[in-house]
């Protein structure tokens, strides 16, 4: 049995959760969110907190998704009640980016500008020009969104221009040596 399957998972005050049948919904602040429940899964409210359990006699991987379920219940309940957030930054001479409505505006030395078209139930917001922080109450779309956004101008390693993560190192190269025989 999973070790962090088995730490009930808090409901935090102000975060409704119904489950009925294997659909579990979880409404807050920040946000509705759904997920199916796997087969031989087993979700249960006790107490003001979520127990996930497995029935072994139902399904042979349902020992494996106990773990996982019990965590992708606990980020919907953080993101129903806080949410998530991803910041990136944009490196290089005349690049900027900005946003009109739910579209984000990104100039990244193309001939042309990139319009990026934000998933519903996220929001974005531009500071300085150079700053882009995507934030969301589904953990998993605004990790998806933030590699999107990425992903129109990787950081290369010699200049390091691009689109990079905030907190993300990016390594750099020396680049050639000029005269040497």
Do not use: W
Not at 52 to 72: E, I, K, M, P
Request: proline residues 4%; charged residues 25%.
């Amino acid at each position: 049995m999973s070790r962090v399957g088995k730490v009930p998972v808090k409901i935090l005050s102000g975060v409704k959760v119904d489950i009925k049948e294997d659909l579990l919904k979880v409404e807050g602040p920040k946000g509705k969110l759904s997920h199916r429940l796997p087969r031989g899964v087993v979700v249960k409210v006790q107490d003001g907190s979520i127990v996930v359990s497995s029935d072994l006699a139902a399904a042979g991987n349902a020992a494996a998704l106990h773990g996982l379920t019990r965590t992708l219940i606990h980020n919907m309940v953080h993101g129903a009640h806080t949410g998530f957030s991803k910041e990136l930054d944009i490196v290089g001479v005349g690049y900027r980016a900005a946003i009109k409505g739910s579209v984000l505006s990104l100039t990244l030395g193309y001939s042309h500008p990139i319009d990026y078209e934000l998933p519903a139930g996220i929001t974005g917001k531009v500071e300085g020009n150079t700053h882009v922080v995507v934030s969301g109450a589904d953990k998993m779309l605004v990790g998806m969104v933030a590699a999107k956004i990425r992903s129109f101008k990787e950081p290369e390693p010699y200049q390091g221009k691009g689109v990079k993560y905030t907190d993300e190192h990016i390594i750099r190269k020396q680049g050639k040596a000029a005269g040497a025989k």
